[in-house]
């Protein structure tokens, strides 16, 4: 078993490096720790551009945009610390450190870099772009991390290692690999999801990462919904075995927020591009191999906080998704005792599990005698009584 603490982002160290590595790569000089004027102005824009293409209007979806060298540098300094930070938080959530990892449509290797800063003893990144996979191995070993780089066609599964793998990582790439105005997409991309299941260790986990948008969003959960159909079982974030809720209503996605620091340099291009985020947002599911069970929780009714708190009438709201589907928790209380002051601090995320609530329908409030614990706080594991990947 792993500790269940993130490893610190070392934002001091890593900066410096992405910023010297964003440097070599368009053969400039220049102080190693900011950017010039002129080069600020350059990677601005070019985020901007990035923006864009990949969320407001998709013109860059389904392209190989690495192979501009603009947007694969303005990745590196901005995009790059965000999915780093995403990979650090979501990989925490494995019960286990992962020792073997493939890193698929890796670009520069944000999540590889996530991945050995969690303890993986052997990362391998597959990108076509040639360019960005140096830029992962030149930022990896400079910080003194081994990381092995294939330069592959990913659509075509027959990838250029060998041996399975306890941790394989899809991150924000699946909609450039199989976009959706191409026929038969989702039919292609179940199977090429399937091969890479094939590939786990019995007790490895499959990591899918795409952004919050609601068409990203929906995207996967659909996937999501098809490969649980397929007997793939779940790790995080569902604890229920169902059809997805949130793919009943129109516009409801079901999304992960985590806290976002921010080193100076994102900060500075976050405020000349206009950007407002103050947190990492994404979508994310973690697939266990189709060789293992769906984990052993304790017997109670658990429930992950799906929402932010919502402002009502009758005080704030939660939207969860547990065990027995989809609810609406509140509270009766003004002031909460020991037993359900967690009510207080829930963040989204969380895995609660409730006991003596007063329910109507989907609706749960808390009233004297409810019980409310938190049973994985944001990042962690889920509670479970054994680990046992056994196949069926």
């Known amino acids: 078993m792993k500790t269940n603490k993130i490893p610190p982002t070392d934002f001091e160290t890593v900066m410096p490096l992405l910023i010297n590595a ?77 020792g073997r990892v493939l890193d698929i449509g890796s670009g520069p290797g944000a999540f590889s870099f996530a991945a050995l800063r969690q303890g993986a003893k052997e990362v391998i990144a597959l990108d076509r772009s040639l360019p960005a996979l140096q830029l992962a191995a030149d930022v990896c070993g400079r910080y003194g991390y081994p990381l092995t780089i294939r330069k592959h066609d990913v659509r075509n599964p027959a990838f250029p290692v060998e041996g399975q793998f306890d941790l394989i990582i899809v991150g924000h790439c699946l909609e450039e690999l199989f976009p959706d105005t191409q026929k038969d997409w989702f039919d292609a991309q179940k199977a090429w999801i399937h091969s890479l299941l094939e590939r786990l260790t019995p007790q490895g986990y499959l990591l899918l990462v795409e952004s919050s948008l609601l068409h990203s969003n929906r995207r996967l959960l659909t996937l999501r919904d098809h490969l649980v159909k397929d007997q793939v079982p779940v790790q995080a974030p569902c604890v229920w075995r169902g059809e997805c809720p949130s793919l009943q209503a129109k516009n409801s996605p079901c999304y992960a927020q985590r806290e976002l620091e921010k080193p100076y340099l994102v900060k500075e291009i976050q405020r000349a591009a206009q950007i407002n985020l103050g947190s990492l947002k994404m979508t994310y599911v973690i697939f266990r191999s189709p060789q293992a069970h769906w984990p052993a929780l304790p017997p109670k009714r658990l429930y992950r906080i799906i929402s932010p708190p919502i402002e009502t009438q009758t005080g704030k709201r939660f939207y969860l998704c547990g065990t027995d589907g989809k609810k609406n928790l509140g509270t009766h209380l003004t002031k909460h005792p020991q037993e359900s002051r967690a009510f207080d601090y829930l963040k989204r995320g969380e895995l609660i599990s409730v006991e003596e609530a007063l329910e109507k329908g989907n609706l749960f409030d808390i009233v004297l005698g409810t019980r409310m614990k938190i049973e994985a706080a944001l990042n962690k594991p889920l509670p479970e009584e054994e680990i046992e990947d056994l196949p069926y």
């Open 22 to 98: 964003w440097r070599r790569f368009h053969k400039l000089s220049g102080p190693a720790d900011a950017l010039q004027t002129r080069e600020f102005r350059s990677v601005v824009s070019a985020v901007q551009k990035l923006q864009k293409g990949l969320e407001t209007g998709r013109d860059l979806s389904g392209q190989d945009y690495f192979s501009q060298p603009d947007l694969l540098g303005a990745y590196l300094l901005y995009q790059w610390p965000l999915h780093y930070q995403e990979g650090l938080s979501l990989i925490n959530e494995l019960p286990t450190v992962p």
